[in-house]
């Protein structure tokens, strides 16, 4: 995405209260603690609230791209719900606010699953897969050959998590891709923590099938050895 992600012009009016009181008045926005920043959010600060949505977008964007698999209908969804988040900050007791953030996240891209399904829009397994938003960790000290059989293999993977039923997916992807605990998991989707742990086990069984059923697709070092009979 280019350049961050602002609450729409129309909160700022929501903003015109007195000025901020909490935290060192002379300290820049982006060096203050998470609590610092979302008691100035809850004052009136809209600088403050946005620098909350600098920190945690780029996270948002990649759960609601790999649940909606559309890359504008993920960013729509992630301003949808930082504007959301904004309007229902009062509600905010404390707490864990990067899980509280992600279930508005989650929420919202329900929505437009269910939005979807009512429109008897194409179905999500015929949406394409954007690479360009799969997000790669680069080792200087890897070989071309290494990279390489690494970007293919994260590709099929992407191709197989595209494959899992919306549940399965988000609950994978929350786990294995973003190293949520089980817990914040549960609380992030609403989730009993039972139906956590299945959806992760079943997504990862069916993770492992399509990978197994593609070896012709997987880097070489990854291919399962086939003896000869």
Same mark, same amino acid.
């Given at each position: 995405m280019d350049g961050p992600l602002h609450v729409e012009e129309e909160t700022r009016l929501m903003t015109q209260k007195q000025p901020p009181i909490? @935290? $060192? #008045? +002379? /300290? $820049?926005? &982006? &060096?203050l603690d998470e609590e610092v920043l979302i008691q100035r959010a809850l004052e009136g600060e809209?600088?403050?609230?946005?620098?909350?949505?600098?920190r945690y977008q780029g996270l948002a964007y990649s759960v609601a791209y790999r649940m909606l698999? %559309? +890359?504008?209908?993920?960013?729509?969804?992630? !301003? %949808?719900?930082? #504007?959301?988040?904004?309007r229902a900050l009062d509600s905010f007791k404390g707490g864990n606010f990067k899980s509280w953030l992600m279930r508005i996240v989650v929420n919202t891209c329900y929505d437009v699953l269910r939005s979807r399904q009512r429109a008897n829009t194409e179905s999500l397994d015929d949406l394409p897969v954007d690479s360009d938003y799969v997000t790669h960790l680069v080792d200087k000290a890897e070989s071309p050959e290494d990279y390489v059989e690494r970007m293919e293999l994260s590709d099929l993977l992407e191709l197989g998590i595209r494959s899992l039923? $919306?549940? !399965?997916?988000?609950?994978?992807?929350?786990?294995?891709?973003? @190293?949520?605990?089980? &817990?914040e998991i549960a609380e992030i989707t609403g989730? $009993?923590? @039972? /139906?956590?742990?299945s959806r992760i086990s079943r997504?990862?069984?069916?993770l492992r099938d399509f990978l197994l059923q593609k070896p012709e697709l997987l880097p070489g070092s990854f291919r399962p050895n086939?003896? +000869?009979g």
């Open positions: 909490s @935290g $060192p #008045i +002379d /300290t $820049p926005l &982006e &060096e809209l600088d403050a609230f946005n620098q909350l949505v600098l698999q %559309d +890359d504008a209908a993920a960013a729509d969804a992630v !301003q %949808d719900s930082f #504007i959301k988040a904004y039923p $919306p549940d !399965q997916r988000l609950a994978l992807v929350l786990c294995d891709v973003h @190293g949520y605990s089980y &817990e989730m $009993p923590m @039972g /139906t956590v742990k997504a990862r069984a069916k086939v003896k +000869d």
